[in-house]
């Protein structure tokens, strides 16, 4: 099955800028997805198809796929940013839909 | 607005069934696929089913196919998860969530989630 790992944890001062990895065989070659979790809450997309934003979401978050890596940017990151974030795909190999580990990112 | 709330959680026993619902609205809920999405205490987010826009099509996570089955009725507006076989492992908040997309293999995010319901499989 198709894995997605990511870091467990990221931490970045306010103002300065977040990157959280996702690697996956080939990954460049999918359409990547990313939710930010804040505790006690369902899950929201930041950043999806690779690069796009919903209305809503900070131009802060942005996102770039190539490669075995996507990478999601959170700039000027402020302390409401702290949250888990999660990668997403679709597997075609499998049809299964499949999450990243997950990454914890603190604010200090 | 987009609505989906679940219900139907609660503390069941290992071996036992339990079956959950997520009422829509706020869109034309028979023009969208549907999936379940669940997450353990503490733990990350595992995708677990999803059915198409009019229900003809179905794909389970392998932990799941066989126990569990997905269902809709689209003249209620409403998604089922009927879980069988319930095993320690399967304790988790389990959410629903759209995909902006008919089908069943659409390489999409998931733009609306509900807020979710607890199972708690324990003896």
């Known amino acids: 099955s198709y894995v997605l790992t990511q870091p467990p944890s990221v931490s970045v001062a306010p103002g300065q800028t977040a990157r959280i990895t996702c690697g996956g065989n080939?990954?460049?070659?999918?359409?990547v997805h990313w939710y930010q979790q804040k505790p006690g809450q369902a899950p929201v997309v930041v950043v999806h198809d690779d690069t796009d934003r919903p209305s809503g979401i900070p131009e802060r978050f942005s996102g770039s796929n190539s490669g075995n890596t996507a990478t999601l940017t959170i700039g000027r990151v402020e302390a409401g940013d702290e949250a888990d974030f999660y990668c997403?795909?679709?597997?075609?190999?499998?049809?299964?839909?499949?999450f990243g580990t997950g990454t914890k990112v603190t604010v200090l | 607005q987009v609505q989906l709330v679940e219900s139907g959680g609660g503390v069941v026993q290992p071996g036992s069934s339990l079956r959950l619902s997520c009422a829509a609205s706020?869109?034309?809920?028979?023009?969208?696929?549907l999936h379940w999405v669940r997450q353990a205490p503490g733990k990350g987010l595992e995708w677990v089913a999803v059915?198409?826009?009019?229900?003809?099509?179905?794909y389970y996570a392998d932990s799941v196919k066989g126990r569990f089955t997905v269902s809709r009725d689209n003249s209620k507006n409403t998604l089922s998860l009927q879980m069988n076989s319930l095993r320690a492992e399967d304790t988790a908040v389990f959410y629903c969530a759209r995909v902006p997309c008919t089908g069943v293999t659409c390489p999409t995010r998931f733009d609306h989630w509900g807020q979710g319901a607890l199972v708690s499989v324990s003896s």
């Open positions: 080939n990954i460049g070659s999918k359409s």
């Open positions: 706020g869109f034309t809920f028979s023009s969208y696929a």
């Open positions: 997403q795909v679709w597997d075609s190999s499998s049809a299964h839909y499949v």
């Open positions: 059915i198409s826009d009019d229900g003809s099509n179905k």
